[in-house]
């Protein structure tokens, strides 16, 4: 079996791992691009005298997976299925002799959940380590405690081109060798080609796409971050190149397309493969001298604020740039064609980060659960979870009722943990189960996974009917493995209670906070139960709903587009969640009328789902309302003059710090029974006067009096406010028979001196000096316009009064 592999550059240190692993249980094998790691260790191993059972090679992805096993069963001469064989969510080849298993890392995790000890397994191998998936990190996380706790004979192998070796030995252990193939050097020129602000990314591919065509030899391959751009190039290019093969290599793939995109062209023919970053490792692509690199990736972040994951683009890594550009140089030269500029290159990101970092922690937290690890930072990660994600985990377990209060798993939660998808997609099975409709629901599952299947319309219910309908591999294989699903949820559920409830319900029971309403009649903007708002395109055919049960959004937690919904009846919502719905008082700030608005709603969480004028509302909550509005802008509604004094006086008691620190004390009381903040100024001031002391108020009257007596016994509001203060306004014939200024404290008083019609004559802070020099002017102006008053040469010297000339001689 080993002169198959003989020609492959691992085959140089293939003698120093298998004896690293004879005399140890863990090795590190840093291996680049082409050596032959995926496809050559696991069949060495198998030939070992401690190698009695299987070994499982985990793979990052279902293509890579699959065309490994193939490529492995090629080489021996064989079928997959027969001595090598794979194990994907939607596609198995295994035999009742296969000795190497390549799997996906979510399946191995949810195999050492279920089986710790991992019977009739000798090796575990992760391939790929450095993309650092979080399955791949829980799957090695879970693999060291069980060889340390259950299984001192297990091997663990960490496989990869770009690890950090040291970091992954000395987490499997202090002795843990870490072994280095060179590998193959084939020539590879590197294009900088830049970007293009102007042009959509798609068009600048299909451009250097065509560029490449023309001035290279060989298949290309490009690299694209989702499968949209990707159908936008392909159209471009099967319409200048139309009998070139255009062949896309995703995951919503088929296993017999991703198989024509992986091998040659039977007939010869150049082609084009256009991938997402699923090939940047693993695969080989046969015949591919040529890569043209877009320079982004795409992948799924949890939105903590939302509760769900989104798909977002990144530029991508160095180390991502560099396992792409390696695809060309696999069999020989190659070049790769990168659209940014050599400049801005060392400005990216030495590596993705760890998805642990990224991903929703709800999954990985069950299945430590349910192993018996309530604490994941126990566990030896190479990077450790994140606190906030963890507990966000925890509190979205225990809402679905899968954890209890003190986090252990409850019944639900073994059940959820039991069928292989995330605890929200497994309580939408089990609730279908529980129906009579576990097929269905597993249905709806699926085609929340599986981007593509049954169509790509928002209306899961139709893509749930095109699915039933439809012809192919991918297809069939979907099908199968919904009815495997619904067959185990069965199982789990044991009897059930036929009823003919819409799928919806089974979503919207599994996601209680992502229920929405339609806002408005624009059909375009609605709002969840959680609060999160969202779009849904108007041409949508959901977009007349009023209600719909939401599987999937993208886009930040604020905005985000409505992608895969089923409708929902007002009926059902009531019916569903009889237990959620609340009756609530509710208090708005009416902006326009400026007073609170008092309301009665039930409501669905964040959505309104009646309302009407509350006729008793609570009037404590009412004045909390009005406090919080009034220290938004407490001088607004304080009264000025007490405020005013109070500041010329120096009165510590009633600044606006200590008010506003105090409103609880003096405001609120004056709130209760209001909708608005027009409280009485008098109330204000008489309620503010409460808080001096009375040293304070002394002082107060001492050193800002609220009025001016004049000589007249007029009486005049001072301003301590206005320009010039402190001021005072009063007839010029009131201050008669006054020949020293007034004072405030030592300040001299502004007088603000006016006609008898109250029209402005002077100011003056010298009212002596006023009398012996401008008053003359004054006094002959004066005369003239209003002859009945009196207008003295020597005023000082007159009897106060504000009667006119003949009034105040018989009043005399």
Not at 384 to 408: M, Q, T, V
Not at 610 to 635: F, H, I, R, T, V
Not at 688 to 700: E, F, H
Not at 749 to 755: A, E, N, Q
């Amino acid at each position: 079996m080993t002169d198959a592999f003989d020609t492959l550059p691992i085959h140089a240190v293939l003698p120093d791992l298998l004896a690293a692993l004879r005399t140890g249980t863990g090795a590190v094998l840093i291996a680049p691009p082409g050596a032959g790691k995926t496809t050559a260790v696991a069949p060495a191993l198998i030939a070992e005298d401690w190698c009695t059972g299987q070994v499982l090679l985990l793979s990052p992805r279902r293509v890579a997976a699959r065309a490994a096993a193939e490529r492995m069963a090629q080489m021996l001469g064989e079928r997959a299925g027969e001595t090598i064989g794979y194990a994907t969510r939607m596609d198995t080849r295994v035999g009742a002799r296969t000795r190497v298993v390549v799997m996906t890392e979510a399946i191995f995790v949810n195999r050492i959940v279920a089986e710790p000890d991992l019977p009739g397994v000798s090796a575990v191998l992760f391939d790929e380590a450095h993309e650092r998936h979080l399955d791949s990190d829980l799957g090695l996380a879970l693999a060291i405690e069980s060889a340390g706790a259950l299984r001192e004979d297990l091997r663990l192998l960490v496989m990869s081109a770009t690890i950090d070796g040291s970091r992954f030995a000395k987490l499997l252990g202090p002795e843990t060798p870490v072994i280095e193939s060179e590998g193959k050097a084939h020539p590879l020129r590197i294009e900088w080609l830049g970007a293009r602000a102007e042009q959509r990314i798609d068009e600048q591919v299909a451009s250097a796409v065509l560029t490449a065509w023309r001035e290279e030899g060989g298949d290309i391959l490009a690299f694209l971050p989702g499968v949209g751009e990707i159908e936008r190039v392909r159209e471009r290019l099967v319409q200048r190149l139309p009998n070139t093969p255009v062949l896309p290599l995703h995951g919503q793939v088929d296993p017999a397309a991703q198989r024509l995109a992986i091998r040659r062209d039977a007939e010869g023919r150049r082609r084009i493969v256009l991938a997402t970053s699923i090939a940047e490792t693993s695969l080989t692509l046969d015949g591919v001298s040529v890569v043209v690199d877009a320079g982004l990736s795409r992948r799924a972040e949890f939105d903590i604020a939302a509760g769900t994951s989104h798909l977002v683009t990144h530029r991508a890594s160095r180390a991502a740039a560099d396992q792409r550009a390696g695809r060309a140089a696999r069999q020989g030269p190659g070049a790769a064609y990168r659209l940014w500029e050599e400049g801005g290159h060392a400005g990216r990101r030495a590596y993705d980060p760890p998805e642990i970092t990224t991903a929703d922690l709800a999954p990985m937290v069950l299945s430590l659960t349910r192993w018996g690890e309530s604490d994941p930072t126990r566990l030896p990660w190479l990077d450790p979870p994140p606190a906030p994600a963890l507990s966000g985990a925890k509190d979205r377990l225990e809402a679905l009722g899968a954890l209890d209060a003190d986090g252990r798993i409850t019944a639900l939660g073994e059940k959820l943990a039991d069928l292989p998808m995330d605890p929200v997609h497994a309580a939408l099975v089990l609730f279908g189960a529980e129906a009579g409709q576990a097929n269905a629901a597993a249905r709806i599952a699926l085609l929340l996974q599986e981007r593509g299947l049954g169509g790509r319309s928002e209306d899961l219910l139709h893509r749930l009917l095109r699915l039933d309908g439809e012809r192919g591999g991918r297809a069939d294989s979907a099908r199968r493995l919904a009815k495997g699903w619904a067959d185990r949820a069965c199982r789990l559920v044991g009897k059930v209670a036929v009823s003919d409830d819409s799928p919806a319900l089974f979503l919207a029971r599994a996601m209680p906070g992502n229920v929405a309403r339609r806002r408005d009649a624009s059909e375009e903007n609605w709002v969840s139960a959680s609060g999160r708002g969202l779009i849904l395109d108007p041409a949508s055919p959901l977009a007349r709903e009023e209600w719909l049960a939401i599987g999937d959004a993208q886009g930040q937690a604020k905005g985000a587009r409505i992608t895969a919904a089923a409708p929902l009846t007002q009926a059902e919502v009531e019916r569903a969640f009889a237990d959620r719905i609340e009756r609530r008082q509710v208090l708005r700030w009416n902006t326009v009328e400026k007073r609170v608005e008092a309301r009665l709603e039930r409501r669905l969480g964040a959505i309104a789902m009646a309302s009407g004028p509350d006729p008793q509302p609570d009037p404590d909550a009412m004045a909390e309302l009005l406090l919080a509005k009034a220290l938004e802008d407490l001088p607004a509604i304080l009264p000025h003059v007490l405020m005013a004094r109070a500041h010329h006086a120096g009165i510590a008691a009633l600044d606006l710090a200590n008010l506003q620190e105090s409103a609880r004390d003096w405001l609120l009381p004056l709130l209760h029974g209001r909708r608005d903040l027009a409280v009485p100024k008098g109330a204000l001031t008489d309620a503010l006067l409460v808080m001096v002391d009375w040293d304070a108020r002394q002082r107060l009257d001492r050193v800002a009096p609220k009025e001016f007596t004049s000589p007249a016994g007029t009486q005049h509001a001072i301003d301590y406010a206005g320009e010039g203060a402190p001021a005072v306004e009063l007839r010029v014939q009131a201050l008669f028979g006054l020949d020293s200024h007034p004072m405030i404290g030592t300040e001299p008083l502004l007088l603000r001196l006016t006609s008898p019609a109250g029209r402005p004559i002077q100011s003056t802070r010298d009212l002596p000096g006023f009398w012996r020099g401008s008053w003359q002017d004054v006094a002959k102006d004066m005369k003239g316009r209003y002859p009945k008053h009196r207008w003295p040469d020597r005023p000082w010297e007159e009897a106060p009064s504000l009667k006119t000339k003949n009034a105040f001689v018989k009043g005399r």
